[in-house]
């Protein structure tokens, strides 16, 4: 919802109804991750999507009817052979779409959820999707320090079961993921093939996530454009004011003039696991002091740009200022996957590539030359491992 937030909460500010059908499982060579939503109000307008065009029609009618019965419902959409006309996904996969109606002050949690999305807030809501019928549809809205509505009119009933969605929620927010949640009605994980659990689908929104360049060169203003596309909030650095402007830097959220250790000093507080660290200057003078803090971070990638020669010799002055084999095996350098790049433009491509792949799983080779899954991160969610989703930024 966070891509339609600020509509939301025109709708809901004016007092109008309306349904949201969030994309809360996905399998196969689905077109949108978990999180992608539609909404229609009760006068027919309709923003968002959660298929691309494959669904929505049908999708668009599970809303009206909510918006008339009040009820939410869980809908699988899937690719049909007998039935080549059938509602479904042409690529094969297949979609759970989760449709809550929304009728402004009637669900505390709601209220808040929308509230904060609008504003910014980071907030997660932890909505049932399936379990004991009375359940469904229930909302809690969980932030860093507070959280809004129940599960139950009468709390005691579901008290544990609360308490640990709360707690849960919160740690998906603080690590910014989105997914499903199973639990027993005692609070306890559970396995979703066990018998009375209840489902929640966590969607976690938070701030866009960063990327800092260092170095404003030419190649930058291309990475700071690809990184923009990507949904990234993009800051530049550079010690020398004669380059670090915002006329060569226009699409840049923030161009910084200090030197770069400096300035990634003085983040600690606003970077995490989804920060993206681009190191361009390749001089030593403004590198070394910046990878040996970078390297021991924990941030999502980091990369820096140079010539064999030049990664070589980085390589031995980051092991002579103490740094370990594990700390420098995390950079990647020279920076980028190998695309024969020669351009800012598709050094930039090259760059975003590897990044993607980094965070995805992906394998960087030939979608065409392979027959395994072409979603990485959705494989390895199936396999326990967690899958995090683009908008808990959006990246």
């Known amino acids: 919802m966070h891509d339609i937030a600020e509509q939301l909460q025109a709708w809901h500010a004016s007092g109008r109804s309306f349904a949201v059908a969030t994309v809360v499982g996905v399998s196969g060579s689905a077109p949108r991750d978990p999180g992608a939503a539609l909404a229609v109000d009760a006068a027919g307008e309709a923003i968002g999507s959660v298929s691309g065009g494959c669904v929505e029609g049908a999708v668009y009618e599970l809303c009206q009817a909510a918006i008339e019965s009040g009820e939410p419902v869980l809908e699988r959409f899937g690719y049909s052979d007998e039935d080549a006309f059938a509602v479904g996904l042409t690529c094969g996969g297949v979609l759970d779409v989760f449709v809550q109606p ?65 707690a849960e929620a919160r740690a998906m927010l603080d690590a910014g993921r989105t997914g499903r949640l199973v639990l027993g009605l005692d609070g306890r994980p559970c396995d979703d093939r066990e018998q009375g659990t209840v489902t929640f689908f966590v969607e976690s929104y938070v701030p866009a996530p960063r990327m800092i360049v260092f170095g404003a060169i030419d190649f930058a203003a291309a990475v700071v454009r690809i ?6 909030h993009v800051t530049v650095c550079d010690a020398r004011p004669v380059f ?15 030197w770069p250790h400096r300035y990634l000093d003085s983040q600690l507080d606003r970077i995490d696991g989804r920060t993206v ?46 740094l370990t084999d594990a700390e420098i095996g995390r950079l990647r350098s020279p920076i980028g996957l190998d695309l024969g790049a020669r351009t800012p433009e598709e050094t930039a491509v090259s760059v975003a590539a590897e990044i993607v792949a980094h965070r995805r799983g992906g394998s960087c080779l030939p979608l065409s030359g392979g027959h395994g899954p072409i979603h990485h991160d959705l494989a390895r969610s199936r396999a326990g491992q967690p899958a995090e989703d683009p908008r808990s930024h959006a990246a």
């Open 102 to 166: 929304v009728v402004p002050g009637a669900d505390a949690a709601l209220d808040a959820g929308i509230t904060y999305l609008a504003s910014g807030t980071p907030v997660a809501l932890a909505r049932v999707i399936e379990g004991p019928g009375a359940l469904v549809g229930a909302t809690v809205a969980v932030t860093a320090d507070t959280h809004h509505g129940a599960l139950s009119p009468a709390p005691s009933t579901v008290a544990p079961l609360e308490r640990a969605v709360v």
């Open 227 to 232: 990184g923009k596309f990507l949904g990234y």
């Open 244 to 258: 670090a402007t915002g006329r060569r830097f226009p699409e840049a959220d923030q161009v910084v003039v200090d």
């Open 277 to 322: 660290l681009c190191v361009l200057t390749h001089d030593a003078k403004f590198d070394i002091p910046l990878l040996e803090r970078a390297l021991r971070l924990p941030v999502g990638y980091v990369g820096a740009m140079g010539s064999r020669r030049t990664h070589r010799d980085r390589d031995t002055r980051l092991r002579e200022v103490g």
